[in-house]
Antibody, heavy 121, light 113 residues
Framework: QVLVVESGGGVVQPGTSLRLSCGTS????????MHWVRQTPGKGLEWVAG????????RYLDSVKGRLTISRDNSKSTVYLEMNSLRAEDTAVYYC??????????????WGRGTLVTVST | DIVMTQSPDSLAVSLGERATINCRSS????????????LAWYQQKPGQPPKLLIY???TRESGVPDRFSGGGSETDFTLTISGLQAEDVAVYFC?????????FGQGTKVEIK
């Protein structure tokens, strides 16, 4: 059974940093791409970043390029989202999701329960 | 970016009746290299993450009841629930993975009439 569990969310001030972690089990982590998708009541579901099975390919939503960085540690079956220079518009529930393929080019097939990030003064 | 537009925003259907959700993309999602439409459907219930129902526009995910079916091609797609059950009350999203940034429809809320 695939399990995806996010952690690291919280309330932070604008301009500060946060690191989200996503632990996984139940599948061969090093064989699949992984993604972060966020959700807000106003903007709905928004794909944020994706990483290939070996970390060699990373793709980002334009509005987060240079501020958010996706990475992975295959020895720990964990994917990360480093979030810097946070803005109010980054406030959302952040979901970690398992890709269907190694490259992270195709849909996601399993989601975690999400972690809430609130950027506010 | 590819814009995904769903219709209607909400619909109420009697138990056992058919529910049909439409999704239109601003450009074709058909990829000739693999002969597939890069379109998925997800179901989200309150307080839960999205759950994959359909991918490649019409392939049902393992374990998903066969009352859920997907159709369409290129820019116009449908999700049909044949014989609505009480547990199908949820918000449904279409999603394109043809190109990044991946994008989602705004969601369609399905309720019981």
């Amino acid at each position: 059974q695939v399990l995806v569990v996010e952690s690291g969310g919280g309330v932070v001030q604008p301009g500060t940093s946060l690191r989200l972690s996503c632990g996984t089990s139940g599948f061969t982590f090093s064989g699949f791409g992984m993604h972060w998708v966020r959700q807000t009541p106003g903007k709905g579901l928004e794909w944020v970043a994706g990483i290939s099975y070996d970390g060699s390919q990373k793709r980002y939503l334009d509005s987060v390029k240079g501020r958010l960085t996706i990475s992975r540690d295959n020895s720990k079956s964990t994917v990360y989202l480093e979030m810097n220079s946070l803005r109010a518009e980054d406030t959302a529930v952040y979901y970690c999701a398992k890709g269907y393929d190694a490259g992270g080019n195709w849909h996601v097939d399993s989601w975690g329960r999400g972690t809430l990030v609130t950027v506010s003064t | 970016d590819i814009v995904m537009t769903q219709s209607p925003d909400s619909l109420a259907v009697s138990l056992g009746e058919r529910a049909t959700i439409n999704c239109r993309s601003s450009q074709s999602l058909f990829y000739s290299n693999n002969n597939k439409n890069h379109l998925a459907w997800y179901q989200q219930k309150p307080g839960q993450p999205p759950k994959l129902l359909i991918y490649w526009s019409s392939t049902r995910e393992s374990g998903v009841p066969d009352r859920f079916s997907g159709g369409g091609s290129e820019t116009d797609f449908t999700l049909t629930i044949s014989g609505l059950q009480a547990e199908d009350v949820a918000v449904y999203f279409c999603h394109q993975y043809y190109t990044t940034p991946w994008t989602f429809g705004q969601g369609t809320k399905v309720e019981i009439k």
